[in-house]
């Protein structure tokens, strides 16, 4: 039986009285890619919030390869390999980029270094003494991702990891995350890209208003044109 690397079970979560997520469950296999996706105000950051503990579930189950982590903090599940491409990109502008990625690394072990991490994107190395905060928008999503993976995840989410960029750094982006795909890396993929992250992922999860309008394989989801302006409006 395949391993699954993050399953939601019944998750409910809430803002405060707001009643976000209602019973979403879904689940992305090891080595797989899960496309999130969904209108703006669907619930995606929040389901994201909700993995990496920003946001606790207030009720049912997250597991990440089969252990439950829905009680513990942000930091408990960096550690047991969950990291976070956050939408917004959110470095520390007034660090160099060299500075940002070690700060980030967490496991003595594992295949992602500083090396490994500029030989992914070359432009970060030529910027390695550069401050994060005077990069271009693309650069600084090379870097949002190469700090992600100085964490050596197991699990890698990743917010809108295409917002605000040119459609050549768009291309650019997705060849990563396709690098990431072989390499085996499990990856949720939140996208209003809708095209792209079809392209990239195994299976899809469409959320409307909080809850799962649809749970299945991306391929399948591509062909369906109807499905996708009803819940997503582009395609």
């Excluded at 993995?51 to 009720?59: H, Y």
């Excluded at 992250?197 to 044109?225: M, Q």
């Amino acid at each position: 039986m395949a391993t699954e690397a993050l399953s939601l079970e019944g998750v409910d979560a809430l803002y405060g009285q707001s009643h976000v997520l209602h019973s979403v469950s879904l689940s992305v296999g090891e080595g797989r890619v899960l496309a999130l996706l969904g209108r703006n105000g669907a619930g995606k950051t929040t389901c994201m919030n909700t993995v990496i503990g920003f946001l606790p579930p207030r009720k049912g189950t997250v597991r990440v390869f089969g252990e439950p982590i829905g009680r513990l903090s942000p930091e408990a599940i960096s550690r047991k390999g969950v990291g976070l491409v956050p939408q917004g990109r959110r470095m520390f502008p007034t660090l160099t980029v060299r500075e940002n990625l070690v700060v980030a690394s967490q496991r003595k072990s594992g295949f992602w270094n500083l090396d490994k991490v500029f030989d992914l994107f070359p432009r970060l190395r030529e910027r390695s003494e550069q401050h994060a905060g005077s990069l271009s928008g693309g650069e600084q999503q090379m870097l949002a991702i190469g700090r992600a993976l100085m964490g050596n995840p197991r699990l890698l989410l990743m917010d809108e990891p295409s917002e605000g960029l040119a459609p050549l750094i768009v291309a650019d982006v997705g060849r990563t995350i396709a690098k990431l795909k072989e390499r085996g890396q499990s990856i949720v993929l939140v996208e209003q890209n809708v095209r792209m992250a079809l392209d990239l992922a195994d299976e899809a999860v469409i959320l409307n208003t909080g809850r799962v309008a649809f749970s299945g394989s991306a391929a399948g989801l591509r062909e369906n044109h109807a499905l996708i302006t009803q819940h997503l409006g582009v395609f």
